[in-house]
């Protein structure tokens, strides 16, 4: 997992502006997934994508948009639409192949610690 | 959509007892159950997983058990030390072919383990 890497990590927000957070993976995964983590609950899927220029929604994607335009880069945008953004958000990457069972360990980053002022 | 419950939230045991957190899953079709080590402020990491074909596996103090008739799974930890002290989460997923691995998380179980 030291092969994902997330910036900034700490990130601070005034209201009314979008953030964007990196998202960097040099495992050669496919899939890609970006987690909210609230105190006291467990990670909350917000998206994901299985390869470059395709993602699908998770539980919690209101307020939130992302691209993944290259392999090893998944970047998240905050906006000003997501009411109550203060969270701590992390970023995973586990391999994928459609034809088959893979292994499906997710490996995550070390997060990025998002407070809005 | 798949619901995960954990229990307990707070675990405190002795060094050298052993500890046990409990999940239950809705979804029938969930067939992946891997469980997730955090340290505070530090990333969840892997400690073991386990197949919907297995009923329990085992590495070194740390095994998994899994009940598919009742839907529950429960990770055991024997001969704990104060370096096991972290939450714990569980999780399941419904991995087949064609889609990526997407995972319910249970809310997590704080353990410490005192002298």
């Known amino acids: 997992d030291g092969g994902i890497t997330q910036s900034p990590k700490y990130l601070f927000r005034k209201e009314g502006q979008n953030v964007t957070l990196s998202c960097e993976q040099n495992?050669?995964?496919?899939?890609m997934y970006w987690y909210r983590q609230d105190p006291g609950q467990g990670l909350r899927l917000i998206y994901y994508?299985?390869?470059?220029?395709?993602?699908q929604k998770g539980d919690i994607a209101e307020g939130y948009s992302v691209s993944r335009e290259k392999k090893e880069s998944f970047p998240l945008t905050v906006t000003s639409a997501q009411k109550n953004p203060t969270a701590f958000y992390l970023c995973a990457s586990s391999r994928y192949y459609p034809l088959a069972r893979p292994t499906d360990t997710q490996y995550f980053g070390p997060g990025t610690r998002l407070t809005v002022l | 959509g798949e619901n995960v419950e954990q229990h307990p939230s707070t675990l405190s045991v002795q060094e050298g007892d052993s500890a046990v957190i409990k999940c239950t899953y809705s979804?029938?079709?969930?067939?992946?159950f891997p469980w997730y080590k955090q340290e505070l402020g530090k990333r969840p990491q892997l400690i073991i997983d386990i197949r919907s074909n297995v009923g329990e596996k085992k590495d070194q103090r740390i095994a998994v058990t899994l009940n598919k008739t009742a839907k529950h799974f429960s990770l055991h930890i024997t001969e704990t030390q104060p370096e096991d002290s972290a939450v714990y989460f569980c999780?399941?997923?419904?991995?087949?072919?064609?889609?990526?691995?997407?995972?319910?998380f249970g809310t997590g179980t704080r353990l410490q383990v005192t002298l």
């Open positions: 495992l050669n995964h496919d899939a």
């Open positions: 979804d029938s079709a969930s067939n992946y």
């Open positions: 999780a399941a997923s419904i991995r087949d072919t064609g889609t990526a691995s997407k995972l319910t």
């Open positions: 994508s299985q390869i470059v220029n395709d993602f």
